[in-house]
Structures are given as structure tokens and as C-alpha cells.
T-cell receptor, first 111, second 110 residues
Framework: NAGVTQTPKFRILKIGQSMTLQCTQDMNHNYMYWYRQDPGMGLKLIYY???????DKGEVPNGYNVSRSTTEDFPLRLELAAPSQTSVYFC??????????FGQGTRLTVV | GEDVEQSLFLSVREGDSSVINCTYT??????LYWYKQEPGAGLQLLTY?????DMKQDQRLTVLLNKKDKHLSLRIADTQTGDSAIYFCAESVNNNDMRFGAGTRLTVKP
């Protein structure tokens, strides 16, 4: 059972470039989340989805977009990368028992 | 305040008990969680407690919840070097989200 898989693990972007962070889960969870983790800070919610076709903004959505066309996939898109988006990004899914499963994270640097 | 608060660092000797404290914000939170993050890895659920409980024990882990003070603690008995990690406290929010603390870095010295 793979759980939550994120790709890539690392990426360096130039200011203004775009990229998509991929997230896939094979546990048939409805709830999926994208968080960012900045040094010395807790996780901040970017976007979340309660099921295929449904997405909603979290605490820090500016500069990001998401889609949820299937239960398994929840990609996060950065359209115009900015240095403030340098962070570690985590995707998570939650089962009905409210336990969250996290991916390994994507370390993004914008230069 | 709006933040889940934890101290940032804790250092203990191997074999001692560790106690990590957390103050959360929302008295209506249904679940409170402890997650463990090892270097270069994602967060891993360690344990959680339902808000109508005061205590939960799971092997070396004991979670205490004081709803009146919105205080959550995690006690690790007989702390080992493999317990060195960052521990995050989190509360459930609006049934759709979790609010995380900044994490406590636990260092276990031999």
C-alpha cells in the first residue's frame, strides 16, 4: 500500500516559472489537503478537497490553484512562482477515523 | 489567540520521560492529535484523543487533555534516541481542517 505519494521531492524554480506538485493517494480517502511548512512554523493549509470535483481555499491560498478530477489525485499548481513560495509542501489525506496520512513532502526553492 | 502553541525545543536523557505540552485554541475541537516528523519525512500520526476523554495511553505514550485550560500533553516514557524528532500538536477545526502547532524538536541524549 503506497499511501500518499508526492512528486517531485525537490525542485528549484526561477521567479515567474510555473509548476505542478503532484499528489496521489490509493486509500480511497475523500478528504485531501495541501499544506506548506515554513521553518519554525506549523503547517498552514493552502487548499483542501472533500471529494472529487470539490475544492476549497484554506488559510493561505494566494498564488496557488488545485483541481480534483478523481478521488486519487489532488495536484497543486503554482502559476507565477515567487520567493515567498519557497517552502516544504505536504499533501495529506484523511480517513473516516480522522487520521491524516501525509506524503513525504516536496521541498521547493524559488530563486 | 489563533495559534496552537508549543515550546520549540526539548532535550532529555535516554531513559528519562519526555513531556511535550501544547495549548490549543478551539474549545469545540473534536479531535486533538500528536504527529511525529523525522528528518526529511512527512508527518506521521502518533496518537489522537477524542475531546470527551481526559487521558489516553498507548504503550509508552500517554496523552493528557485538560479541556478547561485547552491544554494537551504528550508523555513519552523511557525515551529512546529513536524518539528524537519534531512533534506536532494539532486540533481539528470545522471538521474539514486541522490547525497545527509549530512543532517541538525533541533531542534525546545518550
Amino acid at each position: 500500500n503506497a499511501g500518499v505519494t508526492q512528486t517531485p521531492k525537490f525542485r528549484i524554480l526561477k521567479i515567474g516559472q510555473s509548476m505542478t506538485l503532484q499528489c496521489t493517494q490509493d486509500m480511497n480517502h475523500n478528504y485531501m489537503y495541501w499544506y506548506r511548512q515554513d521553518p519554525g512554523m506549523g503547517l498552514k493549509l493552502i487548499y483542501y478537497s472533500v471529494g472529487a470535483g470539490i475544492t476549497d481555499k484554506g488559510e493561505v491560498p494566494n498564488g496557488y490553484n488545485v483541481s480534483r478530477s478523481t478521488t486519487e489525485d489532488f495536484p497543486l499548481r503554482l502559476e507565477l512562482a515567487a520567493p515567498s513560495q519557497t517552502s516544504v509542501y505536504f499533501c495529506a489525506s484523511i480517513n473516516t477515523g480522522r487520521a491524516a496520512f501525509f506524503g513525504q513532502g516536496t521541498r521547493l526553492t524559488v530563486v | 489567540g489563533e495559534d496552537v502553541e508549543q515550546s520549540l525545543f526539548l532535550s532529555v536523557r535516554e531513559g528519562d520521560s519526555s513531556v511535550i505540552n501544547c495549548t490549543y485554541t478551539d474549545s469545540s475541537s473534536t479531535y486533538l492529535y500528536w504527529y511525529k516528523q523525522e528528518p526529511g519525512a512527512g508527518l506521521q500520526l502518533l496518537t489522537y484523543i477524542f475531546s470527551n476523554m481526559d487521558m489516553k495511553q498507548d504503550q509508552r505514550l500517554t496523552v493528557l487533555l485538560n479541556k478547561k485550560d485547552k491544554h494537551l500533553s504528550l508523555r513519552i516514557a523511557d525515551t529512546q534516541t529513536g524518539d528524537s524528532a519534531i512533534y506536532f500538536c494539532a486540533e481539528s477545526v470545522n471538521n474539514n481542517d486541522m490547525r497545527f502547532g509549530a512543532g517541538t524538536r525533541l533531542t534525546v541524549k545518550p
